[in-house]
Every structure is written in C-alpha cells, then in structure tokens.
C-alpha cells in the first residue's frame, strides 16, 4: 500500500489526477459477501469502468514456491495494445531504475481477474517477490519502496506523454 500512496503522490506532484480504488489495506468487500476477494475486484473495476482513467497501475508484491526466483514483473492483458505498451514502457523504467538482479521483461496474461474484466488501459505491477528473502527485506524498506514508487511515476508520466498527448 505504500508504494501506492508515494505513487500517487508524485503523480498529483505533476499535477496528474489519480482515482485509488482504496486508500488502506482494508478490501472493498462487502463483509457479508461469500468471496471477499472477487466482491473486491468487482467494486474495484466498478470504480475503473465509471472513471474511465488514461491508465489503470495495480501495484502488488509477489510470491512463488521457489525462493531464488526474483525481479520485479509487469504484466498486461493478452491482446490489450495499450496494455502492452504501458507494460513495456513501465517494466524497462523499473529495470533501468531499480537495477535489479533479475532483468525481466513485460509478460502477457489472460487470466488475472482485473486484467481480464477492465476496459481500460491496465497493467499489473510485482514489486519484488516476498518468497525471496533478500528481496523481502528489500521490500521492507522505505528507500526501496521510495525507489519503487518513483520508477512507476516515471513510467506513468512517459506512458501518458506517448499515449494521451
């Protein structure tokens, strides 16, 4: 959630209009919902499909059953031409700012929920990986995070001024 919020920060810095679909780590779900995390994801692409925004950033930090695996990942809807160039314009600032060990490159997906169910333009970006211990601590401090939230702000400024005029 912290790097969230510093995102938005930097964008509104730059006078760019940011819409959080949630502001805390609480979810959206309704308490009484059977599935909480898709009563959650719906009422996040609710809020999507009514903003309409020039680029959705879902930011998450992953995990996998194999510690050694590492490197932050963007991923975008197969199919989705603005997705893939948000998606490849934000996964080359990470990898040029953060310098991580692990260079990846922007993966297609078609069957992340949020990726799936949106309109607009989305991608989903994985911080680091929480099952990597030495990313995990990485993850844990601020100056990383701070790091992390600059580079997506950089790539959501270029994406905007190559995309929306």
Same mark, same amino acid.
């Given at each position: 959630?912290?790097?969230?919020?510093?995102?938005?920060?930097?964008?509104?810095?730059?006078?760019?209009?940011?819409?959080?679909?949630?502001?805390?780590?609480? &979810?959206?779900?309704? /308490?009484?919902?059977?599935?909480?995390?898709?009563?959650?994801? /719906?009422?996040?692409?609710?809020?999507?499909? /009514?903003?309409?925004?020039?680029?959705?950033?879902?930011?998450?930090?992953?995990? *996998?059953?194999?510690?050694?695996?590492?490197?932050?990942?963007?991923? *975008?809807?197969? &199919?989705?031409? @603005?997705?893939? /160039?948000?998606?490849?314009?934000?996964? &080359?600032?990470?990898?040029?700012?953060?310098?991580?060990?692990?260079?990846?490159?922007?993966?297609?997906?078609?069957?992340?929920?949020?990726?799936?169910?949106?309109?607009?333009?989305?991608?989903?970006?994985?911080?680091?990986?929480?099952?990597?211990?030495?990313?995990? @601590?990485?993850?844990?401090?601020?100056?990383?995070?701070?790091?992390?939230?600059?580079?997506?702000?950089?790539?959501?400024?270029?994406?905007?001024?190559?995309?929306? &005029?």
């Amino acid at each position: 959630m912290e790097i969230a919020l510093l995102v938005q920060e930097f964008l509104e810095q730059e006078d760019i209009r940011v819409i959080m679909t949630r502001e805390t780590a609480d &979810g959206l779900y309704d /308490k009484n919902a059977s599935n909480k995390k898709v009563d959650d994801m /719906k009422k996040r692409i609710a809020i999507m499909e /009514k903003e309409k925004p020039d680029a959705v950033i879902s930011i998450h930090q992953n995990s *996998y059953h194999e510690e050694n695996v590492s490197g932050p990942q963007v991923f *975008y809807y197969n &199919g989705s031409i @603005e997705g893939k /160039k948000m998606a490849d314009i934000m996964q &080359g600032q990470i990898v040029c700012g953060m310098h991580p060990e692990k260079e990846r490159v922007a993966k297609e997906n078609g069957s992340y929920y949020l990726l799936k169910k949106t309109s607009v333009p989305i991608v989903i970006v994985e911080c680091g990986f929480l099952s990597n211990s030495k990313e995990a @601590e990485y993850l844990c401090t601020p100056l990383y995070r701070e790091k992390m939230a600059w580079n997506i702000h950089l790539a959501v400024l270029r994406y905007l001024n190559e995309n929306t &005029g």
